[in-house]
């Protein structure tokens, strides 16, 4: 079977209309660790390869500052204080940044950075010059829709059952995901799924991908002390369980490319929707 590079990039390509105006946006969702952002790299290579004007975005992009959260967690609920749930990110500057991008000019890209929990000072956001052909835009979560509010009662992990009893902070996350954010995936031309073999690897995944960035970083000789370990990934990943496994179950008879992936990240099929 072809590559996930290879087969997306034949799709987009097929898909992009001849009379276009602005960038052809193509959100790319699959849970933490199935290889979405180095899938985007690679896949903006090759456009870029192909003569398209290519540009790459991360929903981990646009996450709060710290002290953001801290107030989400002091007016909201506590666990707000953790990055990475819908309600957790700038969504106004990201669809500020997609709209940018179609006009003539100039663009700065925000960027954060993990090591530190906060984002990239502006002074160092890489720009580009616009307008471009294609914005790729990857994250966990996008294209997800809320769930129904009745299926918010019951907790489906350890997290939510001893730290959100109440459910406060869950059903403020499916009222941001209700919100704002379907507002910005509807400005997407294009959504593609990777989709795990199932919830149970991705604490493996997510911990694989601590280990690689524990290592670049080490490497630079900075700072790993923000940096996870299995314990803090397992409940880390509890963050995301009822998002992820509502993707599963849900997403795959909408999105455009329905990716497969088995337990190594490999393709085993592809379903192309029309």
């Given amino acids: 079977m072809k590559t996930t590079v290879e087969i997306l990039s034949e799709d987009i390509v097929d898909r992009l209309p001849p009379d276009r105006h602005g960038p052809f946006v193509v959100g790319i969702c699959g849970a933490q660790g199935s290889g979405k952002t180095w899938t985007t790299r690679l896949l903006a290579e090759r456009m870029e390869h192909l003569g398209l004007r290519t540009v790459t975005l991360s929903l981990d992009d646009l996450y709060l500052t710290r002290a953001d959260r801290q107030l989400l967690a002091r007016n909201v609920h506590p666990l707000f204080a953790v990055r990475g749930v819908p309600g957790t990110h700038d969504i106004a500057a990201g669809i500020r940044i997609i709209d940018a991008l ?85 400005k997407f031309d294009m959504l593609v799924l990777l989709q795990a073999p199932g919830f149970d690897v991705v604490a493996e995944w997510r911990l694989e991908q601590e280990e690689t960035l524990r290592r670049a970083l080490t490497s630079e000789g900075r700072d790993v002390s923000g940096l996870m370990d299995r314990r803090a990934v397992e409940r880390f990943v509890m963050f995301y369980e009822r998002i992820t496994r509502h993707i599963l179950e849900e997403m795959p008879t909408r999105p455009d490319l329905v990716v497969a992936l088995d337990a190594l990240r490999q393709p085993i099929s592809v379903k192309v929707n029309r």
């Fill in 102 to 186: 179609g006009e003539a000019g100039c663009v700065a890209l925000p960027a954060f950075d993990k090591a530190k929990d906060e984002p990239v000072a502006q002074s160092d956001w890489r720009k580009v010059d616009t307008p471009v052909d294609i914005v790729l835009f990857e994250g966990w979560c996008v294209g997800a829709r809320p769930q129904h509010a009745s299926l918010l009662a019951a907790p489906v992990n350890a997290l939510e059952r001893d730290e959100d009893p109440d459910a406060i902070w869950r059903n403020h996350v499916n009222a941001c995901l209700a919100g704002q954010y379907q507002a910005f995936f509807a």
